[in-house]
T-cell receptor
């Protein structure tokens, strides 16, 4: 059974701070890693994907992947109240069937 | 900007009835997917579809489920005999390429089985 684990939160950060969201996965053969943002009652929206160990930056977002430790993280710099949402981690392996985590609720307060 | 659309936004049905959920993927996309999300739970993959056939399916996608691309634009999910536990949000997604590449999600259809 492939598992993707996330702390459900909520993670509360003040506006302008860095939010750090973490995800661990059980399948060592996992190849692709995705972060989605999901507002309440809405569909998931892809923020970033990462395939290789290290960091990948896109604007205020940085994804970090460590395959040896089987974790992937998402950093959000200069957090805004509009970033308040649930962040889903998804992982795929050789079959390309994604396994989603339960998500971490992020609250950015003014 | 092109987007995935889904109809209806909310479907209420009686247990045992058949439902068809409809999706219009982004027009130049080749890969199509259905997911479901039971309230408060994680997003679960159901099925992927490419070149007019199922390419992957999960254990959830049993004989009660089927998918079809009846024309060049629509992609449908049929549940033959709905059960209470089929109540969930169903998301359609499409992508230009399979596997590692970006999938764009539709707004979802909320299915309520009474």
């Amino acid at each position: 059974q492939k598992e993707v684990e996330q702390n459900s939160g909520p993670l509360s950060v003040p506006e302008g701070a860095i939010a750090s969201l973490n995800c661990t996965y059980s399948d060592r053969g996992s190849q692709s890693f995705f972060w989605y943002r999901q507002y309440s009652g809405k569909s998931p929206e892809l923020i970033m994907f990462i395939y290789s160990n290290g960091d990948k930056e896109d604007g205020r977002f940085t994804a970090q992947l460590n395959k040896a430790s089987q974790y992937v993280s998402l950093l959000i710099r200069d957090s805004q109240p509009s970033d308040s949402a649930t962040y889903l981690c998804a992982v795929t392996g050789g079959s390309y069937i994604p396994t989603f985590g339960r998500g971490t609720s992020l609250i950015v307060h003014p | 900007e092109p987007e995935v659309t889904q109809t209806p936004s909310h479907q209420v049905t009686q247990m045992g009835q058949e439902v068809i959920l409809r999706c219009v993927p982004i027009s130049n996309h080749l890969y199509f997917y259905w997911y479901r999300q039971i309230l408060g739970q994680k997003v679960e993959f159901l099925v992927s579809f490419y070149n007019n056939e199922i390419s992957e399916k999960s254990e959830i996608f049993d004989d009660q489920f089927s998918v079809e691309r009846p024309d060049g634009s629509n992609f449908t999910l049929k549940i033959r005999s709905t059960k209470l536990e089929d109540s969930a949000m169903y998301f359609c997604a499409s992508g230009l390429a399979g596997g590692r590449n970006e999938q764009f999600f539709g707004p979802g259809t909320r299915l309520t089985v009474l």
